[in-house]
Nanobody, 123 residues
Framework: VQLQASGGGLVQPGGSLRLSCAASGRTFGRYVGWFRQTPGKEREFVGTIPWNGGNTYYADSVKGRVTISRDNAKNTVYLQLNSLEPEDTAVYYC??????????????????WGQGTLVTVSS
């Protein structure tokens, strides 16, 4: 499966963005996750959603400000980012794979990754 992430850009603190992750070639795996990374740091879990229904999970650092949703008909998953802070500046990646509950917050739980989209929060 090929993943295409889009929707990043420059936004002021307090603003919002919606990122999209579209799959082609095949459908998503069991989970579709979002991660983010800044230079010199490891990839950080943001949240994940099961493609065929079930609970959505979020990192504590973004809980309450982030919502992940899916559109099965469009083979697309969305990451809604609200109340953005400068600390949210990062390259955001979507990924999919057959993660299980013990690995859904880990990068190794996902086998296919998109190219990343840059989110910059700055005034």
């Amino acid at each position: 499966v090929q993943l295409q992430a889009s929707g990043g850009g420059l936004v002021q603190p307090g603003g919002s963005l919606r990122l999209s992750c579209a799959a082609s070639g095949r459908t998503f795996g069991r989970y579709v996750g979002w991660f983010r990374q800044t230079p010199g740091k490891e990839r950080e879990f943001v949240g994940t959603i099961p493609w065929n229904g079930g609970n959505t999970y979020y990192a504590d650092s973004v809980k309450g400000r982030v919502t992940i949703s899916r559109d099965n008909a469009k083979n697309t998953v969305y990451l809604q980012l609200n109340s953005l802070e400068p600390e949210d500046t990062a390259v955001y990646y979507c990924a999919t794979g057959n993660a299980i509950l013990s690995t859904i917050r880990l990068a190794r739980g996902y086998s296919s990754w998109g190219q990343g989209t840059l989110v910059t929060v700055s005034s």
